[in-house]
């Protein structure tokens, strides 16, 4: 266990709704990372917040939007969701914003049918 | 979007061979790390490597960080049928956008 939590862990919807994923970073972890991996393909680098800040940004759709909350629990939004958009959504946290080991959690399986 | 060049792509080994992955990008990198992730869930990290030229070891596992600050090496010593499963490298870049970039992956598989 990662400490890292990711919630719901599975999730299907219809195109054109609008999703949320929620993340619980591990205690004491500042930073979340937001990745998307498609069927057996590479993480890809959605977005990191540090401490409440967006920090990086990566491939993230102007669909997508994420943000941290004060007691550093993120969330990811999607919308206007289409069939492409179905893939595993990993949340990771660390410690700092720079130069960290980052801690993944078990992912959240996104279905768009 | 942009990834590090990983290979090989996917391997099959005999149960107690060695084995060895490499990862290789255009950009310098200040860290990397090695990941392992088994089907449905999230990458498992297995080995942190922070200077150049560095080696570190857990377990059976030892990676080493280039002295070029471009390539980084992951080497199983006697692999075991739990050993199967996709083996990711991450590197984070020196330009200040504090982001990992994630290799595409090595998928290994034991025979027994």
């Known amino acids: 266990d990662s400490g890292v939590t990711q919630t719901p862990k599975h999730l299907i919807t219809a195109t054109g709704q609008r999703v949320t994923l929620r993340c619980s970073p591990r205690?004491?972890?500042?930073?979340v990372y937001w990745y998307q991996q498609s069927l057996d393909q590479g993480l890809q680098f959605l977005i990191q917040y540090y401490n409440g800040e967006e920090r990086a940004k990566g491939n993230i759709l102007e669909r997508f939007s994420a943000q941290q909350f004060p007691d550093l629990h993120s969330e990811l939004n999607l919308s206007s969701l289409e069939l492409g958009d179905s893939a595993l959504y990993f949340c990771?946290?660390?410690?700092?914003?720079?130069?960290?080991?980052?801690?993944f959690g078990q992912g959240t399986r996104l279905t768009v049918v | 979007g942009q990834q590090l060049n990983q290979s090989p792509q996917s391997m099959f080994i005999q149960e107690g061979e060695d084995v060895s992955m490499n990862c290789t990008s255009s950009?310098?990198?200040?860290?990397w790390l090695w990941y392992k992730q088994d089907p449905g869930e999230g990458p498992v990290l297995l080995i942190a490597?922070?200077?150049?030229?560095e080696l570190t070891s857990n377990g059976r596992l030892t990676a080493q960080f280039g002295i070029t600050r471009k390539d980084s090496f992951l080497n199983i010593s006697a692999s075991i049928p739990s050993d199967v499963g996709i083996y990711f490298c991450?590197?984070?870049?020196?330009?200040?956008?504090?982001?990992?970039?994630f290799g595409t992956g090595t998928r290994l598989k034991v025979l027994a």
């Open positions: 490597l922070y200077k150049a030229g």
């Open positions: 991450a590197g984070r870049t020196t330009s200040g956008t504090y982001k990992y970039i």
């Open positions: 205690s004491g972890d500042l930073s």
């Open positions: 950009s310098i990198f200040n860290t």
């Open positions: 990771a946290s660390s410690v700092g914003a720079e130069n960290t080991e980052a801690f």
